[in-house]
């Protein structure tokens, strides 16, 4: 679940990322997806909202008729929340077992 403060910062950025992607979105769409992703956990028995009540508020509020760019609200919220590139962990960073079944 989402603190105030990180939804907060979710809704500026998915905002900042739509503009870029060419939507008309202003401060306004930033309110609007914030007290929605509330409303929508409220909705759902939830106490805080979670990614996906983030991601239901930023398509309703921020989506209007046509997707400007190639990519649509929801892709924007998928990159935002998990990045869009694909790369390799480090060694280090690998469990023991990944270890050693990349050793053999």
């Known amino acids: 679940t989402l603190d105030e403060a990180e939804l907060l910062g979710w809704s500026v950025d998915i ?3 739509a503009r870029r992607s060419g939507y008309l979105a202003s401060t306004a769409d930033a309110i609007a997806v914030f007290e929605t992703s509330i409303l929508l956990a409220g909705m759902r028995d939830r106490a805080k909202p979670t990614p996906y ?3 239901d508020a930023a398509i309703t509020c921020i989506e209007k008729d046509a997707v400007p760019g190639r990519r649509d609200v ?3 919220v998928e990159i935002m929340m998990g ?3 694909i790369g390799r962990v480090g060694y280090d960073a690998l469990p023991p ?3 050693d079944v990349h050793d053999r």
């Open 15 to 17: 905002v900042r990322a």
């Open 53 to 55: 009540d983030f991601q």
């Open 74 to 76: 929801r892709r924007l």
């Open 83 to 85: 990045g869009d590139r």
């Open 97 to 99: 077992l990944a270890r």
